[in-house]
């Protein structure tokens, strides 16, 4: 493919987890996060359905959290671990393993979904090892880079970016158009790292 010379007064880069790659030092890190589905014990069951199993996050008293969501039009029961970003290893997003492993990505959060949701079935019916990309504080990063004032970052989501497209979309648009945002950006400023 041939290389295309373009210039530009400024540039927006949301690249998730390569955003640290292409913008080196925002203290990212992408992380293989397993997106669960599971279906109910009895098919005919309504308890699931999105409008009785509404988004919930879970901190169980045995420490080990839980996160999820309901099924719409029968998709599956979105059922996860809440993990410390901590406890989870930065990857190369180019290396990320894209296997399933049975032992590793299913068993713990299998043992769980048993233990806590008992009108579930505990095996999932699916699992899609998929990427986020945690920033130092969990926050996400947005804005212009001190160094760089014409580079624009949109990133480090910890996996809510989709949730949240519309609004970090609307605030990149008034970052580039240099309009007042609509709301406050310091706790999003990728400077905010030192």
Known sequence: TPMVDMR?????????????????????????????????????????????????????HDGVGLWGHGSAEDFGIKVGLGPAAAD???????????????????DELTAQVARALPGLEPRPTKVIACM????????????????????????????????????VGELVAQIVAGERPYCATDFLDPARFG
């Not at 293989?32 to 169980?60: C, G, H, K, M, N």
């Not at 989870?88 to 299913?106: C, K």
Request: proline share 8%.
């Open 88 to 106: 989870r290893a930065a990857i190369d997003p180019e290396e990320m393993d894209r296997y399933i492993h049975l032992d590793t990505d299913v």
């Open 132 to 167: 986020i990309t945690d920033s130092a504080d969990g926050q996400f990063l947005v804005g212009r880079l001190p160094s760089q004032p014409r580079v624009v970052v949109a990133g480090g989501d910890s996996g809510h970016g989709f949730k949240h497209a519309a609004g």
């Open 8 to 60: 530009a007064a400024q540039v927006v880069v949301a690249a998730g987890a390569w955003l640290g790659t292409l913008v080196p030092g925002l203290w990212l890190a992408p992380r293989r996060v397993p997106q669960y589905w599971f279906r109910p014990r009895d098919p005919e069951s309504d308890e699931f359905t999105l409008d009785r199993f509404p988004a919930f996050i879970w901190q169980r």
